[in-house]
């Protein structure tokens, strides 16, 4: 799993911390509902790991910074955790 530029991953209702549902993520400080995870990003493409560790408790701030970021500003692209290859049809 990894994240592409974060512009269409919601930091709240998107399921991209992999051992984190958003439902059981809990900031430390409040995060608009729409905020995405491009706000959590630098000018550089690597994680803003001030802003991470300022939102979040220190282990869901290590896994987030842990996750890897496309170096070539590529979009985000959604995939389903329960098939071999993350994607979802009506048989799976």
Do not use: F
């Given at each position: 799993m990894g994240i592409g530029n974060g512009e269409n991953v919601c930091i709240l209702s998107d399921h991209w911390?992999?051992?984190?549902p958003p439902q059981l993520l809990h900031p430390i400080l409040p995060i608009p509902v729409n905020a995405k995870v491009k706000c959590l990003i630098d000018d550089s493409g690597s994680w803003n790991a001030e802003t991470v560790r300022a939102f979040f408790r220190d282990d869901i701030a290590?896994?987030?910074?842990?996750?890897?970021?496309?170096?070539?500003?590529?979009?985000?692209l959604a995939c389903w955790p329960f098939t071999k290859y993350?994607?979802?049809?009506?048989?799976s």
């Open positions: 911390i992999p051992s984190t290590s896994e987030i910074l842990s996750i890897p970021i496309s170096k070539n500003g590529e979009g985000d993350g994607e979802y049809t009506v048989r």
